[in-house]
């Protein structure tokens, strides 16, 4: 079971996720504190949420869209999010499972802040309204790389075999 | 070229895209939706280029193998984004670049000067790095903009490029379906390709061709010069695409060969006639009115008059959409002999170094200063806010560039319309936004 921790709408930008004026910081250790930067809820709602097992961030439509900024995928996976959104943006997408942040593409999904959901194979149970909600599954392009672990590792493994 | 004829007698119909990645795959034909790894010709990136070195020496950690990018001749580095640098830690990251950058014999490095430098999606077409039928990666969003010049051209992560430094390849790519734009009419006086775009993506919404490639046909685009074509592929993204495209033609030639000084052979790859396209949309721009797009999405589009009175604190004119010569041309046409309003600011950002000396030689830039304006050195600027122009708390942006999110210009409490250079210098000497039509423009 995981919990709902942080809920956003449509066409949640990189400049929400992870504002310009922080781009100079650039690693993913580094990155986390900038997260969603100019809203301090996001901040305390974690905080509060700190002995959750498993957090989870709702989103709408479009999560991610704009800049190629991969901070926004680093500054997430920094605090183990869980990201469960109705339609993410190319990019960001890519971003995610290159850094191997989760990322669950959920069309029909409803939940709100505190509510416990159970991530099932091709299904989100919302254990909290008894709703069930059907996954998407990732672009068969990608799942090479998900199963590796992330695109530095999967690159790593390809590059040795190359040279063997 | 052999493959590509050998292409033209396939019996399975393509669009540019699957034809240029049937090629850079090494494949006969593809579809989409087929999973492809193609070759990769030209590899951009800006000073995001710091977290791709770090991402790509993490690669080669714990192997027995030595760090080596594919083929430096491939991989393009461009400062833009913030030059000069504004900070200690940027400055540190730039140069950590140039050390990456002479270590590894990287070709085509773009430094922060006058002569040869320039926001990264001008620099490589003003410096026919960018060919027709060629895959071109860059660690920029508006990557898109290069599909200006018949390639595919696409934005990437960090880790993606790094990736592609360490292999020359673009590991799992889906074969994007393409819609295709047809367009027809002619542009009324004061409208142009930013009118268009700011319209279709007003039309299709910001997540309209996710994962699609837009692809730009009709004689308004064959009319259209190849700097018309940059403003539409770039903000292509903006409807969510992975690409846009304008198949190469004559126009395309002559730019590379009178603007880019390329010499040698140049080759188009079109579309077959009756490739399949997931959906087709026909706009006539004759009666089209200037577009704006208002706070906080760039789907957001309404025709000038909805908008029209609305007070401005800053114009911005410039970046990688709307900072070339011909936009330049038109502010300055509008604005000679006049005043920017009081209480509003004027900033104007050349897209390259190139332009810049171009448009001082024309005496753009000395109408531009006369009229109040303050011209600053070519780059990325206020565009992503983490530079200079920042507005202040309740102030409001009206910018020929291509992104108006909440935070967008550095601060979060502010607001970003986005229009045309027409748009944008007549509303400069009336302090609020004004239709270029109207007036003695």
Redesign the interface.
Same mark, same amino acid.
Not at chain 2, 405 to 408: D, I, P, S, V
């Given at each position: 079971m995981a919990t709902v921790v942080y809920k956003v709408g449509d066409d949640v930008s990189t400049d929400v996720i992870y504002p310009g004026r922080f781009m100079a910081t650039v690693l993913p250790n580094e990155t986390p504190q900038f997260a969603f930067a100019d809203d301090a809820t996001f901040k305390s709602k974690l905080k509060a949420n700190q002995h959750v097992a498993e957090k989870i961030l709702v989103a709408g439509n479009n999560f991610g869209c704009g800049s190629s900024r991969e901070q926004a995928a680093s500054c997430l996976k920094g605090y183990e999010l869980i990201i469960i959104g109705k339609s993410f943006a190319r990019i960001f997408l890519q971003n995610a499972i290159n850094l191997g942040l989760r990322v669950v593409i959920c069309p029909t999904i409803e939940a709100s802040e505190g509510d416990e959901l159970e991530l099932k194979g091709d299904e989100i149970l919302n254990a909290t309204n008894g709703q069930r909600f059907p996954i998407e599954p990732m672009p068969r392009s990608r799942q090479a790389v998900i199963d590796a672990g992330g695109l530095i590792p999967y690159t790593r493994q390809k590059l040795e075999k190359l040279a063997a | 070229m052999e493959r590509g004829r050998k292409i033209e007698r396939d019996s399975m119909s393509m669009t540019v895209v699957e034809k240029i990645l049937a090629r850079a795959s090494r494949l006969s034909a593809v579809k989409a939706g087929d999973?492809v790894e193609p070759k990769v010709d030209l590899a951009m990136s800006h +000073? /995001?280029a !710091?977290?791709v070195i /770090?991402?790509f020496l +993490?690669?080669?950690r714990?192997?027995s193998?030595t760090p080596k990018v594919w083929d430096a001749s491939k991989i393009a580095i461009i400062f833009d984004?913030?030059v000069p640098a504004e900070?200690p830690? #940027?400055a540190s %990251?730039q140069k950590k670049v140039r050390e990456f950058v002479a270590e590894h014999f990287v070709q085509k490095f773009h430094d922060i000067r006058g002569d040869v430098g320039g926001i990264c999606h001008q620099v490589l077409p003003e410096n026919g790095y960018v060919r027709p039928g060629s895959v071109v990666v860059? #660690?920029?969003?508006h990557?898109t903009s290069h599909g200006a010049l018949g390639a595919f051209a696409f934005?990437?992560?960090?880790? +993606?490029m790094?990736?592609v430094w360490?292999?020359g390849t673009v590991? %799992?790519? +889906?074969v994007p379906p393409t819609i295709k734009v047809v367009v027809t009419g002619k542009f009324k006086r004061f409208v142009g390709p930013k009118d268009l775009i700011l319209h279709l993506i007003g039309k299709i919404t !910001?997540?309209g061709a /996710?994962?699609k490639v837009l692809e730009f046909h009709g004689p308004a685009i064959e009319q259209m010069n190849t700097s018309g074509r940059l403003v539409l592929c770039n903000m292509a993204v903006e409807a969510?695409a #992975?690409a846009g495209i304008v198949p190469a033609d004559d126009e395309t030639a002559r730019y590379l060969r009178e603007e880019a000084s390329v010499t040698g052979s140049i080759e188009f790859v079109e579309p077959d006639v009756d490739a399949t396209y997931e959906q087709v949309i026909d706009i006539d721009v004759g009666q089209l009115a200037p577009q704006i797009a208002c706070p906080h999405?760039v789907d957001n589009v309404k025709p000038i008059e909805e908008v029209a009175g609305r007070k401005v604190h800053q114009i911005v004119i410039g970046s990688c959409t709307n900072g070339r010569l011909d936009d330049l041309a038109v502010a300055a046409k509008i604005l000679k002999g006049r005043k920017v309003a009081p209480n509003t600011r004027m900033l104007v950002f050349p897209a390259s170094g190139k332009i810049y000396r171009q448009a001082l030689g024309k005496g753009y830039l000395g109408a531009f200063m006369q009229a109040g304006a303050l011209v600053m050195n070519p780059g990325c600027g206020p565009c992503?806010?983490?530079h200079e122009g920042a507005l202040g708390d309740g102030e409001i942006a009206l910018s020929t560039t291509n992104?108006n999110?909440?935070?967008?210009m550095?601060n979060?409490n502010s607001e970003v319309y986005l229009c045309s250079p027409a748009v944008a210098a007549a509303s400069a000497i009336t302090g609020v936004i004004t239709d270029p039509r109207k007036g003695n423009n």
């Open positions: - | 999973v +000073e /995001n !710091a977290l /770090n991402q +993490e690669i080669y714990g192997t193998l984004h913030r900070s830690k #940027t %990251n860059g #660690t920029d969003s990557t934005g990437v992560g960090a880790t +993606e790094a990736s360490a292999l590991l %799992n790519v +889906e !910001a997540q /996710n994962f969510g #992975t999405t992503l806010g983490v992104r999110f909440k935070g967008r550095g979060p």
